[in-house]
């Protein structure tokens, strides 16, 4: 029968001086245990410390942990004898690693507020602050920093990009998709997304198989047996090859061609299956939309991570864009299991942080905290529909009161209309018009918040409102 799992944690204590560490922390775990009786888990928090693990599993008075290689120990947390606990205790509780906190593994994570948790957000998610180094931010920069951005909406998702590249215009996101900079695909959650093409291979090779699996039975009422779409490849592969590119209409006209009806959504599935086994690809505009590629001619492949590699890059790069987020937030994004999500987070560990928001754990890039938060301001922020600023968590209770829920997500049916942002928080949706506020034609963005707005606050949205017809606009 399982024992309780504890935890001997070895770090610094948040809120005491950095001179100050915790040595040995013995406390219940929050999970059930998962480890044999008696048994510890060990998390290691910088890298003396690790060392003097390393140094204690060497000279054979801990033995050895659940690692391919003791010599290799990172930041996470690991299972342990129990007779591994005194020595630990012993060996970290001397001067050089000071003191002893007793209580809770709470104490390890800092407490933040709400405010707090979405200012850090805004500031990942590159809508307030600098965000990256100074200098120029380019479309490839925010799409990398943010992973992947939720694209089915084309032109919602062109302005999700320019918002955070100050500067930019429509003109400059579609240049970075005729040039292959950043291409648009399905790489998780049977959703289309914006994602660099360096990026796209490894995260169809985490969440491909389980996407696919998803969609075997609807695929069978539509008749999409393996024949058809292994028939269906090999048009693609005939009709694109050569680096030709074709419209959506014209690809549903090829496969008609060879025998293989489109209608009720067919040839929409069709074209889903062939992105997510790695065939094809959205490429440069064509027309208002995409089109279509063979994904190896478009971005040739490169060196890919093996898998833990892949979980770990995937959980640094969410929770560096998108943190604060929880455990559940990653899992329900990326669309992993659970235990795939846990190991991500825990070989991210070494390059992330905790905080605690009412007795739940938010992680977020270490090097976030050590910039300064941007200064409050007053805006009011035009975000587009399927937006991550919104779209990006499980949980938006922080963002989105419920009671607004139904305005921004009508009938819940999927569809995020675009959102008011202020104080971090959604307060009105808005809506594309024509006309904008010089009389010069072209388009704008029309108000529609939950509550009656003041002075101020119209004033803030005009000018919000402005940069999306810049955006729109110029070089027309």
Known sequence: MAGRSHTIAVGPVVGLRPTRHLATHLSDDDEPARVGNGSFQLRVITPEQARVVVDLIDGGKIGRLCLPDSKTILHGT????????????????????????????????????????????????????????????????????????????????????????????????????????????????????????????????????????????????????????SHARDI????????????????????????????????????????????????????TQQALVLLDEWVPAGCQPDRDQALREFAVRYFTGHGPASLNDFAWWAKLTLGDARTGLQLARDELTELVHEETSYWVASRSLEEPLPAETDAVHALPGFDEYLIGYQDRVHTLAPEHVPRVIPGKNGIFKPTMVSDARVTGTWRRAKGRADGRGGVTAAAEPFEEMTTEETEAFAHSAKAYEWFMSAGD
């Open 78 to 229: 690991y299972v342990m004898p129990r007779s591994a606990a005194s020595a630990v205790r012993r060996s970290c509780s001397g001067p050089s690693h000071s003191t002893w906190c007793p209580g809770h593994t709470e104490c390890m994570a800092q407490r933040i507020d709400r405010r707090r948790l979405l200012q850090l957000r805004l500031s990942n998610q590159l809508i307030e602050g600098e965000g990256l180094s100074e200098g120029h931010r380019s479309v490839a920069d925010v799409v990398s920093r943010l992973l992947a951005m939720q694209a089915q909406d084309f032109g919602q998702a062109l302005w999700a990009v320019g918002l955070r590249a100050p500067g930019a215009i429509r003109a400059d996101v579609l240049s970075a998709l005729s040039t292959g900079e950043v291409i648009r695909s399905w790489p998780m959650r049977g959703t289309l997304f914006f994602v660099l093409p360096s990026d796209l291979r490894w995260i169809l090779a985490l969440t491909a198989e389980r996407t696919l699996a998803s969609a075997r039975r609807r695929h069978r009422e539509l008749g999409l047996d393996e024949s058809t779409l």
């Open 236 to 287: 693609a592969l005939s009709t694109l090859e050569g680096q030709t590119e074709v419209g959506r209409k014209e690809f549903m006209a090829a496969l008609e061609q060879a025998g293989i009806p489109t209608s009720n959504q067919r040839g929409y599935h069709i074209i889903w299956h062939l992105a997510h086994t790695g065939v094809v690809c959205w490429g440069p505009p064509y027309g």
